[in-house]
């Protein structure tokens, strides 16, 4: 009989990179969720075989049904989405808090939903070994000692998975592992003028909060995410990995960027910049940005915590692909880099 995972979000980058690479495995099938199970996105999924089936990360009523009789669940929230929804903007207005800070609150109870239905009886039964693998990123605040307090999608995450699911349902915190994801290579899309930077001579300079020696994970998220949720299925619970098919400096990410357009390395750089100079114009989303992109230097994107590479997981034996900036620059379509 076949195994069943559960992948939450599978219209997403991550949730459809992980369908993508379970759909070849014959011993697996796949349940995927999403608010809007009639939208073209589902529809296609479904002519693939896959069992869409509608859920509310903010109703947890539609959460333990969605997850009966599963093997695996993939978790993924969302902070994004709500970000940028005109509507909380209003509403955080309303209640006296930021935008980051709604987000966060809406971004924990998803997280927190996600862990109590996966942590119902009826459904840790069916679990595996490791049975619930969930997208998450390191804890700024206490990994930074208190200096950041408002890098709120990172500490959204980190704040239930793990802490939230270590200290409230012991018995599924045993069953599961932790995916970090790396900086996504296709998040230039939102900050062209930031990276790769056009300059008016021709040339492209990126500008980030990030020391210049700062070593950072790459993760090229629609087409690698699945390899390590398949690693990490594999594996006793209990491991956090990163997801990056590259780790480098902001420099070695412009290199292998103008390899990739077969640009004249000469012709590209990066110049470390503020805090508020990175976030000038951009608003609560730039400030929550540049203070990751600031981060990232000091205690580390992970968080300075040891933390299973991609590497790691192919001297295991597992099929891990290691996408290279390089690699992920010769499929993109760079039209918006090019035209700021």
């Not at 690693?231 to 956090?240: E, I, V």
């Not at 290199?255 to 990739?260: I, N, S």
Request: charged share 20%; glycine share 10%; proline share 4%.
């Amino acid at each position: 009989m076949s195994k069943l995972i559960v992948i939450i979000g599978i219209t997403g980058n991550q949730g459809g990179s992980v369908a993508n690479v379970f759909l070849k495995d014959p011993e697996w099938r796949i349940r995927g969720l999403t608010r809007d199970s009639s939208s073209a996105a589902s529809q296609q999924l479904a002519s693939r075989g896959i069992e869409v089936v509608r859920a509310d990360l903010h109703d947890p009523s539609t959460l333990a049904p969605a997850f009966k009789g599963a093997n695996l669940i993939f978790s993924v929230t969302d902070f994004w989405k709500p970000f940028f929804n005109p509507a909380n903007v209003e509403r955080a207005a309303r209640e006296g808090i930021s935008i980051g800070q709604l987000c966060y609150n809406l971004e924990y109870e998803q997280g927190k939903n996600i862990a109590d239905a996966a942590a119902h009886p009826n459904v840790l039964a069916t679990l595996d070994e490791t049975g619930l693998i969930a997208s998450t990123l390191s804890n700024a605040r206490e990994c930074s000692k208190g200096k950041y307090t408002e890098l709120y999608h990172f500490d959204a995450k980190a704040d239930v998975f793990p802490k939230y699911v270590e200290k409230q349902h012991l018995e599924l915190a045993k069953k599961t592992s932790y995916l970090q994801t790396g900086m996504f290579m296709s998040s230039w899309h939102y900050m062209p003028q930031r990276w790769p930077g056009k300059q008016a001579d021709g040339s492209f300079v990126a500008r980030m909060a990030t020391a210049a020696d700062s070593v950072l994970p790459h993760l090229d998220v629609n087409s690698d995410t699945g390899y390590y949720v398949k690693a990490l299925a594999q594996l006793p619970a209990g491991k956090t990995a990163m997801a990056a098919g590259q780790w480098s400096s902001w420099g070695g990410w412009m290199e292998g960027w103008a390899r990739g357009m077969e640009t004249d390395p000469a012709r590209v750089g990066y110049e470390q910049v503020s805090v508020e100079e990175m976030s000038e114009g951009m608003g609560a989303f730039g400030k929550e940005v540049a203070e990751m992109f600031e981060y990232s230097s000091w205690p580390g994107y992970d968080g300075g915590l040891p933390i299973l590479k991609g590497r790691d997981l192919r001297e295991m034996g597992f099929d891990i692909p290691l996408t290279t900036v390089e690699e992920y620059t010769r499929k993109e379509d760079w039209t918006a880099a090019m035209n700021v």
